[in-house]
């Protein structure tokens, strides 16, 4: 394993095959119209009661808004109900990805929805909790908790990591891969190493606002696959939960890992980088119930995520201006969203009608989007 923390790069390059010689590998681009998949995936419902949600097909669903007016249908290119497996969400979101990060491609994929809604357990797994003490409550504070990852619960992080290592053995060893992991939270605007957690990190632009750094995050290489690991569920456990009304250890911030892999070959050099964030709850402040501190995060995490909307809106729609500067999440992603990168978006959903109104915002969402890239598709 090699830690490096300096000037750390989130950016390395600007996305696609690069080589060190400065000589670009010829590989496929990627089409246009599979630039932005946009999945729901309806969690099993938590306790016996009356439902919302109604899975119609692997695209489709219906929404109760509770008798008001008729079920109303929507379509998506993938929709996961309640009992489909972290295998079938991995094999139809990720893997395709990860293939594209092996060729020198950048791809992103985000975890959204309103707290309790599944995000977690889709990017990580099932994680047992234990109870906030007093001690765990504030702004820095660490819910402990451990992932089983023989489990076949085990998330998309981990599947995506141990798929990588699986293609770079089978590619055999006259091919030199390195593969290296960055893990950071965005909690009120500021940027926290999850690898080596400490005070906030300064994120830097250079001059033509093209290359993103975040001074002094680690980047860990390894070629261990379980060191990978147990560093994942080490940055876990340094992620800032707050208990809020909503869920007792929702986590109130985005947490971003990225994988680099870089792969020399007689050709030159390659780097593809693997996004995975699983975002902070999408709920209203409303909801919360919250005031002061926790009302401030609530607004810092609507203002990102309604700016990491408009970013997709905007590039799957074509736009030639897309504004990334509106939040720390977006100029971070800006790399893995422009360019010639590919882009998953699986909003998550409660199926309980008591969360009637989050899911509907949600699936309003991820509708945005999706309707967006169904124009574009049936445009070309
Ligand atoms: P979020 O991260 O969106 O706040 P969690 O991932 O913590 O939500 O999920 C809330 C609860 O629902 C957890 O107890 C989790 O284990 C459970 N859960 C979520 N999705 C699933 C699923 N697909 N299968 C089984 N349990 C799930
Ligand atoms: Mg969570």
């Known amino acids: 394993m090699a830690a490096s923390a300096g000037a750390s790069s989130w950016s390395g390059s600007s996305g696609g095959s690069t080589s060190s010689q400065g000589r670009q590998l010829a590989t496929a681009q990627p089409a246009q119209e599979e630039r932005l998949v946009v999945a729901v995936r309806v969690r099993p419902s938590l306790e016996a009661t009356e439902r919302c949600i109604e899975v119609i097909s692997s695209g489709s669903l219906l929404y109760d808004d ?27 979101t990720t893997a395709p990805l990860v293939k594209d990060v092996l060729n020198g491609y950048n791809a992103a994929v985000f975890a959204y929805g309103a707290t309790g809604s599944g995000k977690t357990h889709t990017m990580l797994g099932p994680v047992p909790r234990k109870k906030p003490s007093t001690a765990d409550r504030g702004p820095t504070a660490v819910v402990g908790y451990e992932a089983d990852v023989s489990s076949q619960d085990i998330g998309l992080m981990v599947r995506a990591i141990e798929d990588i290592f699986g293609h770079i053995e089978a590619a055999g060893p006259e091919s030199s891969t390195k593969v290296s992991i960055s893990y950071l939270e965005i909690y009120n605007e500021l940027i926290r190493d999850l690898l080596n957690p400490g005070g906030p990190l300064e994120l830097r632009e250079d001059h033509r606002g093209q290359r993103i750094t975040v001074a002094g995050l680690s980047e860990i290489t390894t070629s261990s696959r379980k060191e990978v690991v147990s560093l994942l569920i080490k940055g876990n456990k340094a992620r800032t939960m707050e208990p809020t009304a909503a869920n007792q250890t929702s986590s109130r911030s985005h947490a971003l890992l990225s994988i680099t892999v870089q792969t020399r070959t007689s050709l030159g050099t390659k780097q593809g980088r693997l996004f995975l964030t699983d975002l902070a709850g999408s709920e209203r402040a409303k909801k919360t119930k919250n005031r002061g501190k926790r009302l401030q995060e609530g607004a810092h995490i609507n203002r990102s995520l309604l700016a990491l909307g408009n970013c997709i809106n905007a590039l799957s729609g074509g736009a030639r201006y897309v504004n990334y500067r509106d939040s720390k999440l977006t100029r971070l992603l800006k790399e893995a969203l422009s360019g010639r990168c590919k882009t998953v978006m699986i909003a998550h959903v409660a199926p309980e009608s008591k969360h009637r109104d989050e899911t509907k915002n949600t699936l309003v969402y991820a509708d945005r989007a999706n309707s967006i890239t169904t124009k574009l598709q049936s445009s070309v």
Do not use: A, W
């Open 66 to 92: 509770g008798g008001k007016s008729r079920p109303r249908k929507y379509t998506y290119d993938h929709v996961f109900k309640e009992n489909d497996t972290q295998e079938q969400v991995y094999k139809t």
